[in-house]
């Protein structure tokens, strides 16, 4: 099964952009994973799902500010233009065999 | 729009079983192109699968091998709900607890609620 690391936190300047990144373990880099957030006190909120070659699919009603992209392993998130309310905690997600496998979460601070 | 609504008991008692139950809304339980699933998150910490349901006429789970000796996932089609059964629990099983679609990913989400395991 796919293990997936992020770091525990994050923080940018309002205003500024921000990348989070999201690592797939050895034997799985290809994999899909999913983007999702979520806002203090919230549930979870699906973003976008990124494929290895970096293309991605956001969801209906995700501001433009949200872009995904791919290196190797890694998948990445950056949030352009940081507003309050990207204050929140960021999660990736992939599946296997009908396995659903979450990281640890980002917490993004906002300056 | 789709909506899912968890609902059930918010204090269970440890070594009993917490039974809950995930109501839809604009939308169908016995749809073949979505599983549904739960999960949950202790107070603090990340996001935890606890395993899913496919019911397009017949029932597939899938459960997180860690829970998988406790849990069972159940559908009924008459109310367009899903349930959640998870036996024996002790205090590390206090958390809100999620359902949501799943295509692929969770792309859809119930607001949560919070059981609490005491005595």
């Known amino acids: 099964q796919p293990v997936l690391t992020q770091s525990s936190s994050a923080s940018a300047s309002l205003g500024s952009s921000v990348k989070l990144t999201c690592t797939l373990s050895s034997g799985h880099t290809t994999y899909i994973i999913a983007w999702h957030q979520q806002q203090p006190g919230k549930a979870p909120r699906y973003l976008m799902k990124l494929g290895s070659s970096g293309s991605y699919n956001k969801e209906s009603g995700v501001p433009d500010r949200f872009s995904g992209s791919s290196s190797g392993a890694d998948r990445y998130l950056t949030i352009s233009n940081l507003q309050s309310e990207d204050e929140a905690d960021y999660y990736c997600e992939t599946w296997d065999s009908n396995t659903q496998i979450f990281g640890g979460g980002t917490k993004l601070t906002v300056l | 729009q789709l909506q899912l609504q968890e609902s059930g008991p918010g204090l269970v008692k440890p070594s009993e079983t917490l039974s809950l139950t995930c109501t839809l809304s604009g939308g169908s339980i016995r749809s073949s192109l979505y599983y549904w699933g739960w999960i949950r998150q202790p107070p603090g910490k990340g996001l935890e699968w606890i395993g899913s349901i496919h019911y397009p006429g017949s029932t597939y789970t899938y459960y997180n091998p860690s829970l998988k000796s406790r849990v069972t996932i159940s559908v009924d089609t008459s109310k367009n709900l899903f349930s959640l059964k998870l036996s024996s629990v002790t205090a590390a099983d206090t958390a809100v607890y999620y359902c949501?679609?799943?295509?692929?990913?969770?792309?859809?989400w119930g607001q949560g609620t919070l059981v609490t395991v005491s005595s």
């Open positions: 949501a679609r799943v295509d692929e990913t969770f792309d859809w």
